[in-house]
């Protein structure tokens, strides 16, 4: 088994809020909410360990999204008072919609205070035996969620002063979570696979960007984002094409984006979506350079119905044929609760398929 993340068996961060938080988020507030949310953390960060999971997160629990809680904080960017963003999804029923307030960058953009950083000190003090890991949006979100039309011109006039300032900041956060202990930090990023999607390239093509380029520049600015970080911290990035109460917004493999990403992205491991048709199939891990690990999210979040491990393992060796057997690791296909309402499954049928993975893992990988 690996000793460094990410791990043989690993998941992607949120979990399903226990009825009892969702119960405290709509009555209480300050202390009291937190004391709450402090209870649920611990009782999920053992749950964690008892699996024999290697890394543990807080669950997000203290989030209502996955993304938007941690871009609202950084400074020079708001809500806009007046304007939802609307995202759609589909399921097997139908679609529905995501809206929330629209971001406006409505200033220079900086870090004011490291973001998350008591959220993380509490999971690093609670854990005993998993190394504590913590997810964030990464800079391509900032952009990806609102486009050049989100940007107030008098303030950038110049789109590379933008980015400058989104990476600083971003550097900035790595560096400061970093001198809080955090050794395991996961760069959460939905645009690098939506990209793949023809769909989600023409709407962005017709906003005004580059869409059959954008993923260069998202690498560009991510790798500056990271090009300080601590000595000792272990970076993944986890990409999937959406995950809303159980539902998804985009379609398409890897092809689109895979040479640059895995090629020129400078982090330790990729967790990738690879739980059914929509993710395409193995062919773009050729493109994986020795030394770098990918986590594959064969084990779906979406449903209860739990996968079985002669399935996983007969997948694992199909993915093995494009890359070494020992750069590759398991996961769930996403997070189980990307926003507070959380996917259509329960809780015991969530730490089932975590402990299906444990299990998996250890027989492929000893």
Same mark, same amino acid.
């Given at each position: ?10 998941? =992607? ?27 649920? @953390?611990?009782?999920? $960060? ?22 938007? *809680? ?38 220079? @953009? ?20 998993? $190394?504590?890991?913590?997810? @964030? ?28 300032? %989104? ?6 956060? =790595? ?81 689109? $984006? ?16 690879? *739980? ?19 986590? %594959? ?42 926003? $507070? ?6 809780? *015991? ?14 027989? =492929?990988?000893?």
């Amino acid at each position: 088994m690996r000793t460094s993340p990410p791990f043989r068996a690993d998941h =992607v961060g949120s979990l399903l809020r226990p009825s009892a938080l969702l119960r405290a988020r709509d009555g209480l507030s300050g202390e009291a909410l937190r004391e709450a949310e402090d209870e649920a @953390i611990r009782e999920v $960060v053992r749950r964690q360990q008892d699996i024999g999971l290697q890394s543990a997160t807080d669950g997000e629990f203290r989030r209502a999204s996955w993304h938007m *809680d941690f871009i609202y904080r950084l400074g020079g960017i708001g809500q806009a008072a007046d304007e939802r963003i609307t995202v759609r999804f589909h399921n097997e029923r139908g679609d529905i919609a995501f809206t929330p307030a629209a971001l406006r960058v409505h200033d220079r @953009i900086r870090l004011t205070e490291p973001i998350f950083a008591d959220d993380f000190m509490f999971l690093r003090d609670t854990v005993t035996t998993a $190394v504590p890991k913590l997810t @964030i949006p990464s800079p391509s979100m900032v952009h990806y969620r609102g486009g050049p039309a989100a940007i107030d011109p008098k303030v950038y006039p110049d789109v590379e002063e933008f980015w400058r300032d %989104l990476s600083s900041a971003y550097a900035e956060q =790595v560096r400061r979570i970093g001198a809080l202990g955090c050794t395991y930090l996961q760069f959460d990023d939905t645009s690098l696979a939506y990209l793949n999607d023809p769909a989600q390239r023409a709407e962005l093509a017709s906003r005004g960007d580059d869409a059959d380029h954008m993923h260069l520049r998202y690498i560009k600015q991510i790798n500056a984002a990271l090009a300080g970080r601590p000595a000792g911290m272990a970076v993944t990035t986890h990409m999937c094409r959406g995950n809303f109460r159980s539902s998804w917004a985009a379609s398409g493999g890897y092809d689109h $984006v895979a040479e640059a990403l895995f090629g020129e992205l400078k982090v330790d491991g990729f967790f990738l979506e690879y *739980d059914d048709e929509r993710s395409g199939g193995f062919e773009p891990l050729r493109f994986v350079p020795p030394g770098k690990m990918v986590v %594959l999210g064969l084990v779906t979040t979406k449903r209860g119905e739990l996968e079985s491990k002669d399935t996983l393992k007969r997948r694992i060796d199909e993915a093995a044929k494009f890359i070494d057997l020992d750069q590759l690791c398991l996961s769930p296909q996403c997070g189980f609760s990307s926003t $507070v309402e959380g996917n259509e499954l329960t809780a *015991d049928e969530q730490f089932a398929k975590l402990r299906l993975i444990v299990e998996t893992a250890r027989e =492929v990988w000893g």
